[in-house]
């Protein structure tokens, strides 16, 4: 205890004697993961979360070197992708207009091949966090604990705040589109979920966390096809690889194709332009089946250059209230969204 009463602050002194490494090493595990290995890394992060030490006192570093003004971005992706893929791009600007306007720098932190990293992520010396990526479970009460200025991106975790769209009213509007095409057969092209913790989701029973958009999107979905009486038997549900989109799409559906039958009538929705739009391309050369509709999700240029029916959302808005919400302390609502519909 200290001497107000309250519990004294763990530090890297703590978790090092309880996990019988140095206190270099300890520090190397929250801010230079790099130079440990995996499993170190993991079993010393792991017993610091059990003891309730979550890393370093950034607040305290940064005042001791006098407070860079920087804000970093915890970003779902590797650097490749935020370079190229449009909606990431004008998220980014949004942030960068915002940025330009106060004097303040950037730092992007990428997701590293298959894993992000959050636990390294959360110890950077910005100011101010703008989480844009999935939460598990394990980083909650970390993420909680920050003393910084922080906002979440596209997800949602008790007491921080969060900037999103309405997902589920999105997926509904374009489920309800897709309908009105009379379809026989339906295919959502889907962010990654296990089946069977879909159809958890589908039957409104409690989940694991996964990414909180594909779960909106898909209740979304499912509300409409219930609502309706679709047969769910006549729902193909696909994960594509979000890594390589265009691949996977074609992939999956290329399988799909030697299931369906002849004469079928098939409406396609994906759960971003970008998987909607490799979908047309694959489909058009399949005969014998009449796709009625395509919808895809985000409105992004190259779906009004391809006439694709969306759900249009405003990156580069999201990207400015991401900032504001982050310095500013506003409290923003759930963004909306609307069905553009044009020739798919």
């Not at 992520?121 to 394990?138: G, R």
Request: glycine share 6%.
């Amino acid at each position: 205890m200290s001497k107000s009463g309250l519990p004294a602050r763990l530090t890297l002194n703590d978790v090092a004697l309880a996990t019988g490494v140095s206190r270099s090493t300890v520090s190397n595990a929250f801010g230079r993961p790099d130079q440990l290995s995996a499993s170190l890394r993991e079993s010393i992060v792991s017993k610091a979360r059990d003891m309730g030490y979550f890393g370093p006192d950034m607040v305290a570093r940064s005042m001791r070197r006098r407070e860079l003004r920087e804000v970093a971005v915890v970003f779902h992706h590797d650097l490749s992708f935020a370079m190229k893929d449009p909606a990431s791009l004008e998220f980014l600007g949004g942030i960068a207009k915002e940025l330009d306007a106060r004097h303040l720098a950037l730092q992007i932190i990428p997701k590293m091949g298959r894993k992000l990293m959050l636990a390294a992520a959360f110890q950077t010396l910005a100011d101010v966090l703008i989480v844009h990526a999935d939460i598990d479970n394990e980083f909650i009460p970390e993420l909680q604990s920050i003393s910084k200025p922080l906002v979440l991106v596209d997800s949602v975790v008790p007491k921080v705040v969060s900037v999103r769209i309405d997902d589920q009213s999105g997926a509904r509007l374009a489920m309800q589109h897709a309908l009105k095409s009379r379809p026989q057969v339906i295919v959502v092209l889907s962010f990654y979920i296990p089946d069977a913790e879909r159809q958890k989701i589908l039957e409104h029973r409690r989940a694991k966390r996964f990414g909180y958009v594909g779960v909106e999107r898909t209740k979304g979905y499912g509300e409409v096809l219930s609502e309706q009486g679709f047969p769910m038997n006549k729902v193909h549900w696909l994960n594509i690889d979000d890594q390589s989109v265009e691949t996977s799409t074609h992939a999956c559906l290329t399988a799909l194709r030697e299931n369906l039958p002849n004469g079928v009538r098939l409406a396609v929705l994906g759960m971003s332009d970008r998987m909607a739009l490799a979908a047309e391309k694959v489909m058009t050369g399949w005969s014998n089946v009449t796709v009625t509709s395509i919808v895809g999700f985000d409105d992004i240029p190259a779906a009004s250059a391809a006439g694709l029916t969306t759900i249009r959302q405003d990156h580069f808005h999201k990207g400015e209230l991401a900032v504001r919400a982050a310095i500013d302390g506003i409290k923003p609502g759930m963004l909306p969204v609307s069905l553009v519909v044009r020739k798919t």
